[in-house]
């Protein structure tokens, strides 16, 4: 294949896009993953979809700043898809946290190595239980698809870069939260008729020591 100027521009996009995505996404992004290895993967894929977008690019502008827009509208869309996976995963993990404060589990602290910071033993736990599940269910292969049919929706540097970007993202932090309580709801509800068992039985046992035995 003879690589012009309108190629190599549509490599070019289709590289800022995965790369963002490749920086962000889960199991991708991971920190243990090299490097190198990012590179390479995003490269290879820019390289895969070249050919898939050629007919939506149009030729290079000749204004730099027309150049860095249309890179960063880009990498911005490949950092919604990354966010947007990642974000499932930190709801998750909020939720295992807000569990730990309830159980008595929040002074412990494990070295998550996703993220390289301390997190809760059970956020850290519902972290590595919903990699796996991810990886088991082929959630890598369906976020690939997902960059692909990313294109149909949102062409080739025709993302606008406006306050409607800002948000989106703005809701989707707040679902987070939304989302984090809705998962740990149903255990703390559970924690707290236990604590109230407990608080039933301190009083009518008072020569037990309920804090002794309602310890985790």
Sequence with gaps: MVYGATE?????LALARVSALMVTAPVFGNRAVPRTAKVGLSALLAFALQPLIRNSVTTPPHDLL??????????AVGLCLGYL????????QMAGAFVDSQIGFGIINIL???????????GQFFSQMTMALFLIANGHLFLLATLLGSY????????????????????LVSRIFVLAFQLAIP???VLLLVDVSFAILAR???QMNVFIVGMP
Excluded at 85 to 92: K, N, R, S, T, V
């Design 8 to 12: 190599l521009w549509a490599f070019l």
């Design 152 to 171: 149909a929706a949102v062409g080739p540097a025709a993302a606008q870069l406006d306050g409607e970007l800002t948000t989106v993202f703005a809701e």
């Design 66 to 75: 027309a150049l860095l827009g249309g890179i960063g509208a880009e990498l």
């Design 85 to 92: 996976a990642a974000f499932c995963f930190a709801a998750i």
């Design 112 to 122: 998550n190595p996703y993220t390289e910071t301390h997190n809760s033993a059970l």
């Design 187 to 189: 255990i703390a509800a």
């Design 204 to 206: 009518t046992m008072p």
